[in-house]
């Protein structure tokens, strides 16, 4: 199991290093107090999959890891990483804080990395849950894991995935999750009534805990929009890994139906091919979609960025755009990164009515288009780009809305969970632990730079929330 040797966090060997270049790791402002309570000093190991693999769940893995370990005061994080089968760890470079890894369909892993979990004095366990990063029927080799920690250490589950109608053996494996874990966290309210009726799980000890969003500095809008250079132009824009399940053919339908009567009207689709995807069918789906649209005639009005954009690339386009689409076709689909990203940045947004959707453009935060309708997408995009006054009232709806899931206040929520599944009710504060002296102990612990960082760059860019969204 020791796939990345000597994983312990040391805080010794860099205790020397600059405290402004320690300070980088966190958002928190340079000399503020961090919040002192029940998770100081706590030790906390996260399980999921972690960049640099490229994934939903790997990317909000990492945005939990930073928010929780920059906004509390507890101890240096611990990550364990589950790989793919096909996976090569060694080519996939993973770093600290990755601490273990498992791969997903080898029982013994499981067994091992909780054992080591033990061992290390770990005192809660978050795991991000996904049935697709987890070997066995329906994701059910987690089991190995939670069995071998039940009565020693607590925790903590969120499943990103709740559905009306789960296939048994999905129902099934998330149960057993749910029987073994301390406390279980959605992300939205709607899964609530669908875990009790789906799945037969008590909602009772259930929390939800919104998608975490970046706090956003509107104020760059006018400077980004330069710098892209679509000053004039009324953009519309759609970010994430692309698969046909986006339905972002319907949403160039509707920007051919607006070219004539909006000429300024651009629409960007952010974002590299799925991995999966192109192993299955390479770049078929976006040649198609380029196809559609020079046939179309508006090749030059929809634009390809074709790549895997950093938190600072995402959170720039989402200034320079006017109207976020999520044209998506999954009726289902409990939860969206993206979604929450843009109404975080006071976006209107276009979107088909998947449940994510339904709840957060609640209020007039957006407008809900049919599925598999590019007609009706078509004429509910006109209205909104016709109505300006109706556009700015989307626009601040939606800032408003946002502001309760930056992730300083997702951070205080799932500290407030992590309190209750340890019993932690209130912790004497730990001396001497301003901000500057935490990422000094971060900086510290990547003593073992040879096996832990593998020829990475800087700590920073694992540690960060780096990584484009589902």
Known sequence: MDKIKNASFATGRN????????????????????????????????????????????????????????????????????????????????????????????????????????????????????????????????????????????????????????????????????????????????????????????????????????????SRRRLVRQRFAVEGQTVLSTFGLLSPGKGLEHAIAAVAANAAMHPSLHYYILGATHPGVVRRSGEAYREGLMKQAADAGIADRVHFVNQYLALDEVTDWLLATDVYVTPYLNPNQITSGTLAYAVAAGKPVLSTPYLHAQEILDNGRGVLTPFNDPAAMGRNLDAMLTDTARLAEMAASAWEFGRQSVWSEVAKRHGEVFADATGRTGVAAIAAHTPSAIAVALDAAMADEDALLAGRSTVASQYMASTTRR
């Open 15 to 218: 205790a020397g290093a600059k405290l402004a270049d320690a300070h980088a790791l966190s958002p928190t402002t340079e000399g503020t107090a961090l919040a002192d309570g029940p998770l100081n000093g706590m030790k906390i190991a996260h399980l999921g999959t972690y960049p640099p693999r490229k994934c939903g769940i790997a990317t909000y893995t990492q945005d939990v890891v930073s928010a929780v370990h920059t906004n509390t005061l507890a101890a240096p994080p611990s990550v364990v990483a589950m790989t793919a089968p096909d996976e090569d760890p060694q080519k996939t470079g993973y770093g600290w804080p990755v601490a273990h890894l498992i791969s997903q369909d080898n029982p013994e892993e499981y067994v091992a990395a909780a054992k080591a979990i033990k061992r290390a004095g770990i005192d809660l366990v978050n795991i991000q849950y996904e049935h697709g990063i987890f070997g066995g029927d329906g994701g059910n080799f987690l089991n190995y894991f939670l069995d071998e920690l039940v009565g020693s250490v607590p925790v903590v589950v969120t499943t990103h995935t709740v559905l009306p109608q789960p296939e048994a053996v999905y129902a099934k494996a998330l149960k057993e999750v749910a029987d073994r874990a301390t406390r279980f966290v959605v992300l939205n309210s709607r899964a609530l009534p669908l875990l009790e009726s789906a799945y037969g799980i008590r909602t009772d000890n259930v929390a939800v805990i919104p998608h975490g969003t970046p706090n956003i500095e509107r």
